[in-house]
T-cell receptor, first 113, second 112 residues
Framework: GENVEQHPSTLSVQEGDSAVIKCTYS??????FPWYKQELGKRPQLIID?????GEKKDQRIAVTLNKTAKHFSLHITETQPEDSAVYFC????????????FGKGTLLTVNP | DAGVIQSPRHEVTEMGQEVTLRCKPI?????LFWYRQTMMRGLELLIY????????DSGMPEDRFSAKMPNASFSTLKIQPSEPRDSAVYFC??????????FGEGSRLTVL
């Protein structure tokens, strides 16, 4: 089955700095890669996703890059703010389906004011 | 729409008891998922349904776990008998074919 590795497990940055979280996956058939943000005690919420026919996608301060050859994808957050502090999860589809997602273990991002 | 609704939000029970978690998906969504979240194992997909039909239950830990979706607006996840290692937050999520998951607020289960 699909295996998704996520690094780092914790990340602390100063407000205004950039943050980068990286994930690797194992299933070469994976074609959908979403990122979810989970604030403490809350539900996970989608912040950005990318499909395998695209190499990069941006949405304001958030961007995701995908390298299908190397089987890795990354989340980039620029100009971080304290409200960006949360756990971020990457995920990859498996079994050729968009719906069966395997999640990484998560990255606790702390943005210090 | 109120979003995905789960109940109960918190459940504390004793080992051996039956636990039933409930979920109402977003109206019109044709996919429903049950996830379990723990510190050690992260977010794990237990089972998912499409148009009320179970598609993949390979993540269900063992026979003590069962899930049903009798209609498009209701699903249950049952654990019988419960064990302390089942303690976790159980999330229900629904989606359309686009793939974005809309999670409920979760049911925090503690088995003593």
């Amino acid at each position: 089955g699909e295996n998704v590795e996520q690094h780092p497990s914790t990340l602390s940055v100063q407000e205004g700095d950039s943050a980068v979280i990286k994930c690797t996956y194992s299933d070469s058939a994976s074609n959908y890669f979403p990122w979810y943000k989970q604030e403490l005690g809350k539900r996970p919420q989608l912040i950005i996703d990318i499909r395998s026919n695209v190499g990069e996608k941006k949405d304001q301060r958030i961007a995701v890059t995908l390298n299908k050859t190397a089987k890795h994808f990354s989340l980039h957050i620029t100009e971080t703010q304290p409200e960006d502090s949360a756990v971020y999860f990457c995920a990859a589809s498996s079994g050729g389906s968009n719906y069966k997602l395997t999640f990484g273990k998560g990255t606790l991002l702390t943005v210090n004011p | 729409d109120a979003g995905v609704i789960q109940s109960p939000r918190h459940e504390v029970t004793e080992m051996g008891q039956e636990v039933t978690l409930r979920c109402k998906p977003i109206s019109g969504h044709d996919y429903l998922f049950w996830y379990r979240q723990t510190m050690m194992r992260g977010l794990e997909l237990l089972i998912y349904f499409n148009n009320n039909v179970p598609i993949d239950d390979s993540g269900m830990p063992e026979d003590r776990f069962s899930a049903k979706m009798p209609n498009a607006s209701f699903s249950t996840l049952k654990i019988q008998p419960s064990e302390p290692r089942d303690s976790a937050v159980y999330f229900c999520a629904s989606s359309l074919s686009t793939g974005e998951l809309f999670f409920g607020e979760g049911s925090r289960l503690t088995v003593l």
